[in-house]
């Protein structure tokens, strides 16, 4: 899992974590749950670092910690799917979170899912989902970035639960902001 370009500008420091931390918390987000299933196991865990990384193909990529038994589950299954979850889906991210609940046999105990192409569990209710394909996993220092090549993917209407600032938040409004074109 080596990177494709490494830097050699190491005469430049690093950042102290506290600072890194506090500066990555104002940075606000959805909330997803990933996924697989191997054979009759199925994992799931809760996770913010989702990109929609490429339109041609169409690709998402996925930052995990790479001593989760989910990184070794969604590479020998080859496929995962990432639910993204809907405003009054909290207690799914809690339970996604939690130590000990990532892993269960045949289905997760206390969280619907569907199945779409893969086979990988798809959160009920959820605002929207990418199915995927391994396409490629590459090392992020701690966390392996696991790139999917779409199956299927739906998203329906709603809000989206949001995380900030160490909290879970909601937005009052889908309306975009008055006067302000997004493009
Ligand atoms: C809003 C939110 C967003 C989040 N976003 C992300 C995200 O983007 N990416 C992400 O990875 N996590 C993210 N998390 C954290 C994640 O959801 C879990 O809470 C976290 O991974 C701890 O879960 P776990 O230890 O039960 O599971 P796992 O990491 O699946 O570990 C299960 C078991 O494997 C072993 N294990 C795992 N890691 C190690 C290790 N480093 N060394 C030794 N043994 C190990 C341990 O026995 C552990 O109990 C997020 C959490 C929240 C609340």
Known sequence: MDALLASGRDDIPECQESDFRAAAGKFASGVTVVTTRNG????????????SLSLDPLMVSVSIGRLSPLVAAILKAEVFAVSVLRHD????????????NGRAIGAF????????????????GCLSYFDCRL??????????IIIGRVAAAAGGDGKPLLYFDGDYREIRSTAPVAGVPAH
């Open 135 to 144: 396409e490629n996993v590459v090392g992020g220092g701690d966390h392996a």
């Open 89 to 100: 889906q909290q207690q799914v991210s809690r339970h996604f979170s939690t130590r000990g």
């Open 40 to 51: 009759c196991e199925v994992y799931g865990k809760t996770v913010s670092a989702f990109g």
């Open 109 to 124: 105990p206390s969280v619907g899912t569907e199945k779409a192409v893969t086979g990988a569990p798809v959160i009920s």
